[in-house]
């Protein structure tokens, strides 16, 4: 039987790491020390499987395990870190708003517009300093299909489309915690809110071009992330953690 080995593999992979492989994603909520198993088995998916139908995802190689990594690193063991990862991409169904027609001129015949919303990855993680920070990273995505007709009278259709990554990042600290106004403002490109009450929400917001590779993505994620830690001192032990 074709790829018998390469199924027998799958099915000794962590049930996080098969539901990425065979269904696209999860959902669950683990202790720290519960993911390390589930990243080493993500680890090894090259070694054993090298059928593209069943590749894993490389949002998921590439985004998903630093994060998860850097994060687990900031908690304390008992801190649950809970991801939902939907990594069947922005044509997946449901994911698709209304189509719409623009004006056009000739010899183009017709452009139809839509957009789609991909919720892709979200974490939140309770770290050692008492504190809780929540992350998503949303797709969000312009299409439009051309249908021009071209000097020979023969119609052809053209898909075109233009994305950007949402990434939010949100940091909820316990009361009397200590905190600190930065002293510069955050990159231009990142928007910051902070909410003060009986506890301080410090909300995080920056676009990230779609078209970048999915290293610079997660790049791009860590600088948001790490703006709301600006706002409490550095070293600084939170009241109340553990």
Known sequence: MFWRKQRAAIERFHPLHRALVLEGGFSVSLRRDDWEPVIQSLAGHAQHVRRRKWALPVRAQRVMVPLLRVLAADMRRDGVLSVAADMRGPDAPGKAGPQHDLPARRPVLSVKQWYTVDPWLRMRAELRDGSVLELSVTERRRNRRIRKRNPRGKIKIKQKSKSVQVV?????????????RPGSPPPPWVRVRVK????????????????QAEEQLTEGILHVTTEPFRWTPPGAAVRGAQ
């Open 168 to 180: 939010q990042v949100v940091r909820r600290l316990p009361k009397d915690a200590a905190v600190r």
């Open 196 to 211: 003060q009450g009986s506890r301080l929400v410090i909300r995080a917001t920056a676009k990230v071009a779609g078209e």
